[in-house]
């Protein structure tokens, strides 16, 4: 990790260190990639919790 803002690479790893210890709590609503559009949408409209992820497959 290279170091970014005022952060320096120590800082970084003793973030990576602490996030592989907290459970998180993610959700995600899938689109395929042909319905991009309706995810901005989405987006835009405040319709999802979370993050959007286009499925490519």
Do not use: C, H, Q
Request: aromatic residues 4%; negative net charge.
């Amino acid at each position: 990790m290279v170091s970014a803002a005022n952060l320096t690479r120590e800082d970084g790893l003793t973030f990576l260190r602490l996030a592989a210890e907290i459970p998180l709590d993610i959700e995600t609503t899938p689109y395929p990639l042909g319905e991009a559009n309706r995810a901005l949408a989405d987006l835009r409209e405040g319709k999802l919790t979370g993050a959007a992820v286009l499925a490519i497959r």
